[in-house]
């Protein structure tokens, strides 16, 4: 079974700061990789989709990475604000209907 | 437009009990997912729809879990003599097409089993 690990689970930050936020897979078959962000009592929002034939995507201040071989992802986020802080999920896809995300990263943005 | 809906928001029931959870997905969208977040614990998925195809339902935790979409559009999952195991959040994606594009999310219905 696919297991999905983000790491750290917690994270802060001062204002302005780039960031990592880690997300490994165990089995590279995957057919995409999305991110994701959680504010509290909100659904999720969508950031950025990796397909498993890319390497990256980027979004304004957001830059996702891929390498399947190893079973990562990584998401920059650059120049981090207050208003990034939020619970950050990964989730990878398999044989199209197969999905399984990882516990998140709180990431606190202090001003 | 319009984003994927659910109802209701909140809800509370006694453990035994059954109870419906609703979702609208975007116009257009053919691919419906239910999820569920513990306390605690990383999203869950349990439940798969694209178009008129039969559900994936590898997910489901119970055979007291059942899901149904009508129509191709509004889905029903549907908690059978409710535990108290069964609180959390249950969310609602949808996507264009199944498993290629991006998910978009309801805000989730919040179920308390007391």
């Known amino acids: 079974k696919q297991e999905v690990t983000q790491i750290p689970a917690a994270l802060s930050v001062p204002e302005g700061e780039n960031l990592v936020l880690n997300c490994s897979f165990t089995?590279?078959?995957?057919?995409?990789l999305q991110w994701f962000r959680q504010d509290p009592g909100k659904g999720l929002t969508s950031l950025l989709l990796i397909q498993s034939s890319q390497r990256e995507q980027t979004s304004g201040r957001l830059n996702a990475s891929l390498d399947k071989s190893s079973g990562r992802s990584t998401l920059y986020i650059a120049a981090s604000q207050p208003g990034d802080s939020a619970t950050y999920l990964c989730?990878?896809?398999?044989?199209?209907?197969?999905?399984?995300f990882g516990s998140g990263t709180k990431l606190n943005v202090k001003p | 437009g319009a984003g994927v809906s659910q109802s209701p928001s909140n809800k509370v029931t006694e453990k035994g009990k059954d109870v419906e959870l609703r979702c609208d997905p975007i116009?257009?969208?053919?691919?419906l997912y239910w999820y569920r977040q513990s306390l605690g614990q990383g999203l869950e998925f349990l439940i798969y729809f694209q178009g008129n195809s039969a559900p994936d339902k590898s997910g489901l935790p119970s055979d007291r879990f059942s899901a149904e979409r009508t129509g191709g559009s509004v889905s029903t999952l549907t908690i059978q003599r409710t535990q108290q195991e069964d609180s959390a959040v249950y969310l609602c994606?949808?996507?264009?097409?199944?498993?290629?594009?991006?998910?978009?999310f309801g805000p989730g219905t919040r179920l308390l089993v007391l």
């Open positions: 089995d590279s078959a995957i057919y995409n």
């Open positions: 116009s257009g969208h053919t691919a």
């Open positions: 994606a949808s996507s264009r097409v199944r498993g290629q594009e991006t998910q978009y």
């Open positions: 989730a990878v896809t398999i044989n199209f209907n197969k999905f399984y």
